[in-house]
């Protein structure tokens, strides 16, 4: 068993018969109270946050799991298809578990996979991806004395906002978390 001070942020909790999987972890002390965790969570099956204080030195099940890099294959259907570069074994993972990161993915890259025992239970697409912009509109000449933004079509189907100086053809570098435009590639 382990208690509250073992635990951090991405640690894997079992949590009233559920994986939950920490998201913000912060050690209070309120005046001449005595100390506290606060912690919100999300479940891994259902997707609720919850928050939760833990007192000092509580008893947590911390739930052991192995991380897996995984290559991007294809879709097929609700299911999204990933390879084992080691052992070329496929696993179908929800594609909810990979949130709108999804829409950025395309085949070859790398996903991080989350394994309880043989189970999938979490799935994360890669920070940062480059992608070749397919459509965009042409900026307007002069618009510039402010961050202007513009709608552009990239090679996934994602559609994001970015500068007014990217045309089609371009690379750029999106952060898949926050769905902005990081910056221009150079090849």
Same mark, same amino acid.
């Given at each position: 068993?382990?208690?509250? /001070? ?5 640690? !894997?909790?079992? @949590?009233? /018969? ?6 913000? @972890? ?13 912690? &919100? ?15 000092? /030195? ?6 052991? !799991? ?26 179908? !993972? ?10 950025? $993915? ?6 991080k996979v989350t394994f309880e025992e043989d189970d999938a239970i979490l799935a994360e697409p890669p920070t940062f991806v480059e992608l070749l912009v397919d459509y965009a509109e042409p900026g307007v000449k002069g618009d510039t004395a402010t961050n ?5 079509? $990239?090679?996934?189907?994602? =559609? ?22 990081? =910056?221009?590639?150079? &090849?």
């Amino acid at each position: 068993m382990a208690n509250t /001070g073992d635990i951090s942020v991405g640690s !894997v909790i079992r @949590y009233n /018969g559920d994986l939950v999987v920490i998201t913000e @972890y912060i050690h209070r002390t309120p005046g001449n109270l005595r100390a506290f965790y606060q912690a &919100k969570m999300r479940n891994l099956k259902t997707g609720k946050q919850t928050e939760y204080r833990f007192r000092s /030195g509580e008893e947590v099940t911390l739930v052991r !799991v192995e991380y897996k890099m995984m290559q991007y294959i294809y879709m097929e259907g609700e299911y999204v298809v990933l390879m084992d570069n080691a052992t070329f074994e496929q696993v179908h !993972v929800p594609s909810i578990m990979l949130g709108d990161g999804i829409e950025f $993915l395309k085949e070859g890259m790398e996903v991080k996979v989350t394994f309880e025992e043989d189970d999938a239970i979490l799935a994360e697409p890669p920070t940062f991806v480059e992608l070749l912009v397919d459509y965009a509109e042409p900026g307007v000449k002069g618009d510039t004395a402010t961050n202007t933004l513009k709608p552009c079509k $990239l090679e996934t189907g994602a =559609e994001i906002m970015v500068p007014l100086f990217i045309s089609e053809g371009e690379l750029i570098k999106i952060d898949t978390r926050t769905r902005q435009y990081v =910056e221009r590639v150079k &090849k």
